[in-house]
């Protein structure tokens, strides 16, 4: 198949991709514990039900042992062709009403975006994957494995399936869908993602409230404390102040203050922290977070010395830096700067590594001239601060396969986990174009 019948054939599908993922956004697909999973599970079998009407016969759910179904689904390869494996979630972070336009799980179109939790994180790459099948009216020209997971935003239990069943794996060529660009019709390739590692951090002082007047001056106050302990995470200039960890320079595309200053809706007057490039900071830099306190509400507050607060630390980390290492140097901090000798119990809770693709195999050269076809732009280099460490566990279940990342979303105006989610349709069409054109480059046709 040529670029114009690709194209063409993409340009005529653009309605029924806007229309079928408008429905998988009907499906509140919240993986998190404590949600009902009845919606989950409608949707991993909405899933099958698209990818089987979009070409894939064989689409089926697989049972994940403690977790939400595998929607799996394969083309083998015609002789002396790769196997591209294509990977998507179709679970979402949970969507709080509030200071959305409308109902999160309600879909609707302005402006030439299409609105609702999922729509770019992650069920854009669904459809992208679903498309890029029925493109080639479900004879692709290489073998194909879809790979669509449902706890992608939670924990997976994909993570341990994986190395007890790697065939379903194996594949020359893996396609992440669940990246994009950071502005609307500029096409990147992403190369390296930072890991995050995390603990609670609990600190005790008294067995129990004693009043702050009475006893306030000599007796140690737990919150107190707990701040004293979290204000050395950061130096200044706002750094992470842990000795040790590792950090690196981004050599890629650099990240435009004004664009980023856009995208956060930071205040005017209030300064940007950390020091180096702006890449840096955000792509191969660590960076650190408090991303939640036990401690009296205010609504709550009494005039007491508080015995016990705790804190959970988030830390992202530079993406080649081991996980365990740097967990451990965060939490050695932690008990070495506690004042006064009050009692802390530090513990971890997570540790996910990083990860970098390389960019001097054949098939990320092939993606690269894909993209620049069907976006008509030069493609750029950049990194992402987030993390998917199920990238870490398919690199040593597949050694050899090579790692593309991309996707429809965009980072100026998607707000994937926040209010108003939403993606730009025509770069949904500019992305299945590209995916399509990269399978038929993979199959020896450059036109």
């Known amino acids: 198949m040529n670029f114009d019948q690709i194209r063409i054939n993409v340009r005529n599908m653009v309605p029924e991709v806007v229309h079928d993922l408008k429905e998988l956004i009907r499906y509140p697909s919240i993986a998190f514990p404590g949600y009902p999973p009845d919606p989950v599970h409608r949707m991993a079998r909405a899933t099958v039900e698209l990818l089987r009407r979009y070409g894939l016969s064989t ?27 294509m990977y998507a979630h179709y679970d979402v972070q949970p969507a709080k009403k509030d200071g959305w336009e409308g109902d999160p799980f309600t879909p609707y179109k302005k402006a030439g975006r299409l609105y609702g939790r999922g729509a770019a994180d992650d069920k854009s790459g ?56 950071l502005t609307v019709g500029d096409p990147v390739l992403t190369t390296t993602l930072r890991g995050e590692v995390s603990c609670r951090i609990t600190v005790t002082t008294l067995d129990h409230p004693v009043h702050s007047g009475s006893f306030g001056g000599p007796t140690p106050d737990a919150f107190m404390a707990l701040l004293r302990i979290l204000s050395t995470l950061q130096d200044q200039k706002g750094n992470v102040a842990l000795a040790g960890l590792a950090s690196s320079q981004w050599e890629g595309s650099d990240f435009p203050e004004e664009l980023f200053r856009d995208i ?55 993406p080649g830096a081991d996980p365990d290492h740097e967990v451990q140097l965060l939490m050695d901090h932690l008990r070495k700067v506690a004042p006064w000798h009050v009692l802390v119990d530090v513990r971890r809770i997570s540790a996910s590594p990083g990860f970098i693709c390389p960019t001097d195999g054949p098939g990320y050269i092939l993606a690269k001239q894909a993209m620049e076809r069907a976006f008509g732009k030069p493609v750029s280099e950049i990194g992402a601060g987030g993390s998917i460490p199920l990238l870490k566990i398919l690199k040593r279940t597949v050694p050899k396969a090579e790692f593309i990342l991309w996707g429809s979303e965009d980072l100026a105006l998607s707000r994937i986990h926040g209010t108003n989610e939403s993606v730009d349709i025509g770069e949904i069409e500019r992305m299945i174009l590209a995916q399509c054109l990269l399978l038929n480059f993979l199959s020896g046709k450059k036109e």
């Open 59 to 85: 689409a089926y759910a697989i049972d994940i042992p403690g977790g939400y179904p595998l929607v799996y689904g394969e083309f083998p390869a015609p002789p002396n062709s790769p196997t591209v494996l």
């Open 126 to 181: 669904i459809i992208m994957n679903a498309a890029t099948i029925r493109c080639f009216e479900g004879r692709p020209p290489v073998g194909v494995k879809l790979v669509i997971e449902g706890e992608e935003e939670t924990t997976s239990h994909l993570h341990g399936f994986i190395p007890e069943h790697p065939d379903f794996f194996q594949c020359d060529l893996c396609i992440v869908t669940d990246n994009g660009n």
């Open 264 to 318: 956060t809706c930071i205040h005017e007057g209030v300064d940007l922290i950390g020091s180096g490039p702006l890449s840096s900071r955000l792509w191969s830099k660590p960076s650190i977070s408090v991303i939640g306190i036990d401690a009296p509400t205010i609504q709550e507050a009494s005039n007491i010395l508080i015995p016990k607060a705790a804190a959970a630390v988030s830390m992202r980390i530079s």
